[in-house]
């Protein structure tokens, strides 16, 4: 088990570490975005996007539940907050869209759809230090 640390002083260092990162990517890789609401998942996610070369504008799929981008890989964005019962989201069939090897998965409220994640995963753990500050923790499983 990997456990990598980051500190970043703005939106800005959020995003180039996530574009960074996925520049590493080939497909297939799962991210669970872990923090309070606020603390920048949705900036990391539009930090992969432009690593993986997406032109679209990456907003939050709190409502949608599902956004996916198109670029060198697509991007599978989730947000399950919403979500009460992870059957919800099998009979969907978004979970087919989790590990799959032509994309990356970036998942938020993972907590809410535990029994459906994939044995492989990302961890990303955003805390918020203060109002600029995050610590970016990220441990493969």
């Not at 504008?57 to 949608?64: H, K, L, M, Q």
């Not at 995050?134 to 499983?141: A, S, Y």
């Given at each position: 088990m990997e456990i990598r640390e980051f500190i970043s002083h703005s939106v800005d260092e959020t995003q180039s570490f996530a574009e960074s990162l996925a520049k590493g990517f080939n497909g297939?890789?799962?991210?669970?975005l872990m923090g309070e609401m606020g603390a920048?998942?949705?900036?990391?996610v539009k930090g992969l996007a432009k690593g993986l070369c997406v032109d679209q504008?990456?907003?939050?799929?709190?409502?949608?539940l599902h956004n996916v981008y198109t670029?060198?890989?697509?991007?599978?964005?989730?947000?399950f907050y919403r979500i009460d019962d992870s059957q919800e989201v099998a009979i969907l069939g978004l979970d087919e869209f989790f590990c799959d090897k032509n994309g990356v998965a970036a998942i938020e409220?993972?907590?809410?759809?535990?029994?459906l994640l994939p044995k492989r995963y990302i961890t990303v753990t955003i805390d918020k230090?203060?109002?600029n500050t995050?610590?970016?923790?990220?441990?493969?499983?």
């Open positions: 297939g890789e799962t991210l669970l920048g998942k949705t900036h990391f504008v990456v907003t939050s799929p709190t409502f949608a670029g060198r890989l697509t991007l599978n964005h989730f947000d409220w993972s907590e809410n759809v535990a029994d230090l203060d109002d995050r610590k970016i923790t990220l441990q493969n499983i």
